[in-house]
């Protein structure tokens, strides 16, 4: 299968082939020509899968036949998406693919100053890619007319509901035409997606791709049992004795990402922090400096690290355990390099044995445990309850009473498929 063979135009592959890529991933050649036949589309496919060219090339494609090229015109694609970061992705795929058409684009999101946009919005774009939140104060201040979408696209729709975003969806709808294409993505299926799939999906084509690597292939992955106080020490010991230069590392709150970077810095460790409290400059400034390798541990919330194009990582940690199970899969998929193993390494204290088992039932395996000499487990401390969190157990080891969570959705990759709406 060849881009040229999908019915796209001379300019967008002129731009493909700039971009080096040789031939559609699966995602692309399935979800490219039912695009163009103006279908609804409930795509199964997550960051890494080249969804973003998916949706985008067809849609510059549908737009360009129609376009103007001088003046104002209204918003005609909407692309929610539910980060920041990702909306900044987005945005910058659709430049670099509509590259030599006349169609004009913009990119809305919450942190940053609120007039620049304005003034984008008030010249007339094109294509919208935005977070809802932003849109949505755009939208009422009247700074953006939305009643001529033809072609709305939500892009990682199970965290933008994950998010609390559903709200604000919603209200975005309303202020929508009727008549309109919808292409909708989500990594997972749950009730809560089906009910918006239905509400937002006319006969839509089910399009599901795998992920690339899946927790049960190529992820190696490892529990150090250690006490709490213990575990940046031991991280930092991980990180120097194995000399790892590449690593995401997940906390569950902002604040313990920003203590944590700061105690691997004070141990000479390249480490920056990525939340949403920081400045949308301080996370774009992290993302780079560990992209180009001057910065060697990223410290993430789960929040902040979802939508980020970086995965295929050499190394994961979970300084902290999620408190939801599914959580885990996703920050595990974010290692694996082609071909090779990455490894996935979670620092669990007794206050987190709960959240392995539940993790564990999960994915219906029993993750190594390893203690590392120097930093074994004190027997006489006591678990404390995690904030929000679930009750810890006393003991590592799962038990055989405990019941189990809800059954897995069809996770990344998962054996499970993706069912019709
Ligand atoms: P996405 O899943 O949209 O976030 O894309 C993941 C990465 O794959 C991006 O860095 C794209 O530039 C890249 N990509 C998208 N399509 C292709 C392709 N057909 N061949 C090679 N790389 C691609």
């Known amino acids: 299968m060849s881009f040229e063979s999908l019915g796209l135009s001379a300019e967008l592959l002129r731009a493909i082939t700039e971009q080096g890529y040789d031939k559609p991933t699966p995602i692309q050649s399935q979800a490219i020509p039912v695009i163009l036949q103006g279908k609804d589309i409930l795509g199964g496919a997550q960051t890494g899968t080249g969804k973003t060219a998916g949706f985008t090339l067809p849609m510059l494609q549908l737009l360009s036949k129609y376009a103007k090229d001088k003046g104002p015109r209204p918003v005609r694609a909407l ?62 201040q009247n700074n953006v007319n939305l009643s001529r979408i ?50 937002l999906l006319h006969s839509p084509v089910i399009i599901e791709v795998a992920r690339r ?14 006490d709490r106080e213990q575990k940046s020490k031991l991280l930092s010991h991980l990180i120097r004795s194995q000399s790892w230069r590449q690593v995401l590392v997940f906390t569950r709150t902002k604040h313990g990402a ?38 060697s541990v990223l410290v993430a919330t789960d929040i902040a690290a979802r939508g980020l194009d970086i995965d295929q990582l050499p190394h994961v940690v979970n300084f902290e355990l999620p408190n939801v199970p599914e959580d885990y899969v996703h920050r595990i998929g974010r290692t694996g390099r082609a071909g090779s193993t990455g490894k996935a390494v979670s620092l669990v204290c007794i206050d987190e ?23 074994e487990p004190d027997p006489s401390i006591k678990a404390e309850p995690i904030p929000n969190g679930r009750n810890a157990r006393p003991k590592m080891g799962c038990g055989s009473r405990s019941r189990s969570p809800k ?15």
């Open 79 to 140: 692309i929610l998406t539910p980060t920041r970061e990702l909306a900044a992705q987005v945005s910058e795929s659709v430049k670099t693919y509509g590259k030599y058409l006349s169609l004009k684009s913009a990119v809305i999101f919450g942190g940053v100053g609120i007039s620049q946009q304005t003034a984008a919005l008030r010249q007339g774009v094109d294509i919208l890619v935005a977070t809802p939140g932003r849109l949505l104060d755009h939208a009422n």
């Open 150 to 199: 033809e072609i709305l696209v939500l892009d990682e729709a199970d965290r933008m509901l994950d998010m609390g975003f559903i709200h604000d969806v919603r209200k975005i709808l309303k202020l929508l035409t009727q008549k309109r294409q919808n292409l909708l993505f989500s990594a997972t299926y749950s009730d809560e997606i089906k009910k918006l799939a239905d509400s």
């Open 213 to 226: 690597n899946t927790s049960a292939e190529l992820v190696e992955q490892l529990v150090h049992p250690v």
């Open 258 to 295: 920003n203590r944590l970077a700061e105690k691997l810095g004070k141990d000479g460790i390249k480490a920056d922090a990525i939340h949403g409290n920081k400045s949308q400059g301080a996370r774009t400034r992290a993302l780079v400096g560990f992209k180009d390798g001057s910065i």
């Open 353 to 375: 044995h709960k959240l392995l088992c539940d993790i564990e039932r999960l994915i219906r395996r029993e993750i190594p445990k390893e203690v590392v000499p120097g930093y």
């Open 407 to 421: 059954p897995a959705q069809p996770l990344r990759g998962s054996s499970h498929s993706f069912k019709k709406p």
